[in-house]
T-cell receptor, first 111, second 110 residues
Protein backbone atom coordinates (compact mmCIF):
# COMPACT_ATOMS: atom_id res chain seq x y z
CA UNK A 1 0.00 0.00 0.00
CA UNK A 2 1.54 3.31 -1.13
CA UNK A 3 1.46 6.10 1.42
CA UNK A 4 0.68 9.78 0.94
CA UNK A 5 3.38 11.66 -0.93
CA UNK A 6 3.89 15.39 -1.37
CA UNK A 7 6.08 17.50 -3.59
CA UNK A 8 8.20 19.48 -3.35
CA UNK A 9 9.61 18.94 0.14
CA UNK A 10 10.92 22.47 0.45
CA UNK A 11 10.18 25.65 -1.48
CA UNK A 12 11.30 29.26 -1.25
CA UNK A 13 9.17 31.95 -2.87
CA UNK A 14 9.06 35.73 -2.91
CA UNK A 15 6.13 37.76 -1.60
CA UNK A 16 3.52 38.26 -4.33
CA UNK A 17 4.41 35.11 -6.24
CA UNK A 18 2.20 32.08 -6.78
CA UNK A 19 2.89 28.50 -5.70
CA UNK A 20 1.48 25.05 -6.47
CA UNK A 21 1.91 22.15 -4.06
CA UNK A 22 1.10 18.57 -4.99
CA UNK A 23 -0.20 15.55 -3.13
CA UNK A 24 -0.73 11.92 -4.11
CA UNK A 25 -3.25 10.16 -1.93
CA UNK A 26 -2.85 6.73 -0.41
CA UNK A 27 -4.14 3.84 -2.49
CA UNK A 28 -7.88 3.33 -1.96
CA UNK A 29 -8.48 6.83 -0.56
CA UNK A 30 -10.76 9.24 -2.43
CA UNK A 31 -10.70 12.19 -0.01
CA UNK A 32 -7.86 14.69 0.37
CA UNK A 33 -7.58 17.38 3.03
CA UNK A 34 -5.06 20.21 3.14
CA UNK A 35 -3.72 21.82 6.31
CA UNK A 36 -1.38 24.70 7.11
CA UNK A 37 0.88 24.27 10.13
CA UNK A 38 2.80 27.27 11.41
CA UNK A 39 5.83 26.64 13.57
CA UNK A 40 4.88 25.54 17.08
CA UNK A 41 1.17 25.35 16.31
CA UNK A 42 -1.37 22.73 15.38
CA UNK A 43 -2.47 22.26 11.78
CA UNK A 44 -5.22 24.55 10.48
CA UNK A 45 -7.77 23.09 8.06
CA UNK A 46 -7.68 24.74 4.62
CA UNK A 47 -10.13 22.62 2.61
CA UNK A 48 -11.07 19.10 1.63
CA UNK A 49 -11.74 17.49 -1.73
CA UNK A 50 -13.95 14.48 -2.35
CA UNK A 51 -14.44 13.05 -5.82
CA UNK A 52 -12.96 16.15 -7.44
CA UNK A 53 -15.29 18.57 -5.61
CA UNK A 54 -14.48 20.88 -2.71
CA UNK A 55 -16.21 19.29 0.26
CA UNK A 56 -15.58 21.92 2.91
CA UNK A 57 -13.37 24.90 3.60
CA UNK A 58 -11.72 26.46 6.63
CA UNK A 59 -11.11 30.12 7.35
CA UNK A 60 -8.69 30.81 4.49
CA UNK A 61 -9.01 33.54 1.83
CA UNK A 62 -9.91 32.76 -1.81
CA UNK A 63 -6.28 33.08 -2.89
CA UNK A 64 -5.95 29.57 -1.46
CA UNK A 65 -7.49 27.25 -4.03
CA UNK A 66 -7.26 23.61 -4.93
CA UNK A 67 -7.99 20.83 -7.35
CA UNK A 68 -8.51 17.11 -7.17
CA UNK A 69 -7.89 14.90 -10.18
CA UNK A 70 -9.64 11.69 -11.29
CA UNK A 71 -6.86 9.61 -9.72
CA UNK A 72 -7.60 11.46 -6.42
CA UNK A 73 -4.29 13.30 -6.37
CA UNK A 74 -4.59 16.96 -5.47
CA UNK A 75 -3.02 20.39 -5.81
CA UNK A 76 -2.99 23.36 -3.49
CA UNK A 77 -2.49 26.73 -5.16
CA UNK A 78 -1.69 29.92 -3.29
CA UNK A 79 -1.70 33.25 -5.13
CA UNK A 80 -0.23 36.58 -4.07
CA UNK A 81 1.99 35.00 -1.42
CA UNK A 82 2.37 36.82 1.88
CA UNK A 83 5.10 36.44 4.48
CA UNK A 84 2.58 34.83 6.87
CA UNK A 85 2.03 32.02 4.36
CA UNK A 86 5.38 30.59 5.42
CA UNK A 87 4.48 27.25 7.01
CA UNK A 88 4.43 23.49 6.63
CA UNK A 89 1.62 22.46 4.27
CA UNK A 90 0.24 19.04 5.01
CA UNK A 91 -1.92 16.86 2.84
CA UNK A 92 -3.95 14.01 4.32
CA UNK A 93 -5.91 11.33 2.51
CA UNK A 94 -8.71 9.16 3.78
CA UNK A 95 -11.92 7.39 2.98
CA UNK A 96 -14.88 9.69 3.82
CA UNK A 97 -15.21 10.10 7.58
CA UNK A 98 -12.31 7.76 8.35
CA UNK A 99 -8.97 8.56 9.98
CA UNK A 100 -6.65 10.75 7.96
CA UNK A 101 -3.18 9.68 6.85
CA UNK A 102 -0.70 12.50 6.41
CA UNK A 103 2.06 13.07 3.92
CA UNK A 104 5.48 14.39 4.95
CA UNK A 105 4.51 17.98 4.10
CA UNK A 106 5.95 20.80 2.03
CA UNK A 107 7.91 23.46 3.88
CA UNK A 108 7.14 26.80 2.22
CA UNK A 109 9.24 29.86 3.00
CA UNK A 110 8.10 33.25 1.70
CA UNK A 111 10.71 36.01 1.70
CA UNK B 1 -15.24 30.30 18.84
CA UNK B 2 -13.94 26.78 18.73
CA UNK B 3 -10.90 25.84 20.75
CA UNK B 4 -8.93 22.95 22.18
CA UNK B 5 -6.70 23.34 25.23
CA UNK B 6 -3.78 21.07 26.04
CA UNK B 7 -0.58 21.63 28.03
CA UNK B 8 2.28 23.04 25.99
CA UNK B 9 4.90 20.75 27.47
CA UNK B 10 5.12 17.65 29.66
CA UNK B 11 8.28 16.02 31.03
CA UNK B 12 8.52 12.39 32.14
CA UNK B 13 11.09 9.71 32.82
CA UNK B 14 11.78 6.71 30.61
CA UNK B 15 9.65 3.75 31.70
CA UNK B 16 7.08 5.93 33.46
CA UNK B 17 3.45 6.72 32.63
CA UNK B 18 2.28 10.12 31.41
CA UNK B 19 -1.16 11.58 30.77
CA UNK B 20 -1.81 14.42 28.31
CA UNK B 21 -5.12 16.17 28.83
CA UNK B 22 -7.29 17.93 26.29
CA UNK B 23 -10.39 20.03 26.84
CA UNK B 24 -12.43 21.24 23.94
CA UNK B 25 -15.08 23.81 23.16
CA UNK B 26 -16.67 23.25 19.77
CA UNK B 27 -20.11 23.91 18.30
CA UNK B 28 -20.47 20.26 17.31
CA UNK B 29 -18.77 17.00 18.15
CA UNK B 30 -18.27 13.80 16.21
CA UNK B 31 -15.15 12.52 17.96
CA UNK B 32 -11.71 13.19 19.46
CA UNK B 33 -8.51 12.07 17.75
CA UNK B 34 -4.91 11.99 18.91
CA UNK B 35 -1.89 12.37 16.64
CA UNK B 36 1.84 12.12 17.23
CA UNK B 37 4.29 14.33 15.37
CA UNK B 38 8.07 14.08 15.57
CA UNK B 39 10.11 17.18 14.77
CA UNK B 40 10.11 17.74 11.02
CA UNK B 41 7.73 14.85 10.43
CA UNK B 42 4.10 14.32 9.52
CA UNK B 43 1.36 13.76 12.11
CA UNK B 44 0.60 10.07 12.58
CA UNK B 45 -2.75 8.82 13.81
CA UNK B 46 -2.83 7.27 17.30
CA UNK B 47 -6.45 6.90 18.36
CA UNK B 48 -10.04 8.06 17.94
CA UNK B 49 -12.85 8.22 20.52
CA UNK B 50 -16.42 8.87 19.45
CA UNK B 51 -18.04 7.47 22.59
CA UNK B 52 -17.30 7.90 26.30
CA UNK B 53 -14.76 5.58 27.83
CA UNK B 54 -11.27 4.21 27.42
CA UNK B 55 -9.74 2.86 24.20
CA UNK B 56 -6.53 0.87 24.55
CA UNK B 57 -3.99 0.24 21.80
CA UNK B 58 -0.80 -1.30 23.08
CA UNK B 59 1.11 1.14 25.28
CA UNK B 60 -1.26 3.98 24.36
CA UNK B 61 -4.78 4.53 25.71
CA UNK B 62 -7.23 7.34 25.07
CA UNK B 63 -10.19 8.43 27.15
CA UNK B 64 -13.21 10.58 26.38
CA UNK B 65 -15.90 12.19 28.52
CA UNK B 66 -18.35 14.02 26.27
CA UNK B 67 -20.28 15.50 29.19
CA UNK B 68 -17.07 17.15 30.44
CA UNK B 69 -15.76 18.01 26.93
CA UNK B 70 -12.55 16.34 28.04
CA UNK B 71 -10.23 13.63 26.92
CA UNK B 72 -6.73 12.39 27.61
CA UNK B 73 -3.99 10.32 26.05
CA UNK B 74 -2.17 7.92 28.37
CA UNK B 75 1.27 6.67 27.41
CA UNK B 76 2.72 3.78 29.40
CA UNK B 77 6.22 2.31 29.61
CA UNK B 78 7.64 5.45 28.05
CA UNK B 79 10.48 5.01 25.58
CA UNK B 80 12.88 7.66 24.29
CA UNK B 81 11.30 7.32 20.83
CA UNK B 82 8.02 8.62 22.32
CA UNK B 83 9.60 12.08 22.54
CA UNK B 84 7.41 14.07 20.17
CA UNK B 85 4.53 16.52 20.04
CA UNK B 86 1.06 15.13 20.68
CA UNK B 87 -2.04 16.79 19.27
CA UNK B 88 -5.67 16.35 20.13
CA UNK B 89 -8.11 17.11 17.31
CA UNK B 90 -11.88 17.24 17.20
CA UNK B 91 -14.28 16.52 14.38
CA UNK B 92 -16.64 19.37 15.17
CA UNK B 93 -19.42 20.73 12.99
CA UNK B 94 -18.63 18.35 10.16
CA UNK B 95 -17.41 14.81 9.95
CA UNK B 96 -14.48 15.83 7.79
CA UNK B 97 -12.88 18.94 9.28
CA UNK B 98 -10.42 18.39 12.12
CA UNK B 99 -9.94 21.22 14.63
CA UNK B 100 -6.56 20.90 16.30
CA UNK B 101 -5.05 21.86 19.61
CA UNK B 102 -1.68 23.61 19.71
CA UNK B 103 0.09 20.42 20.71
CA UNK B 104 1.91 19.09 23.77
CA UNK B 105 5.65 18.59 23.55
CA UNK B 106 6.57 15.44 25.46
CA UNK B 107 10.13 15.42 26.79
CA UNK B 108 11.43 12.11 28.07
CA UNK B 109 14.47 11.94 30.30
CA UNK B 110 16.55 8.79 30.82
Amino acid sequence: ETGVTQSPTHLIKTRGQQVTLRCSSQSGHNTVSWYQQALGQGPQFIFQYYREEENGRGNFPPRFSGLQFPNYSSELNVNALELDDSALYLCASSRPGDEQYFGPGTRLTVT
Amino acid sequence: GQSLEQPSEVTAVEGAIVQINCTYQTSGFYGLSWYQQHDGGAPTFLSYNALDGLEETGRFSSFLSRSDSYGYLLLQELQMKDSASYFCAVKGDSNYQLIWGAGTKLIIKP
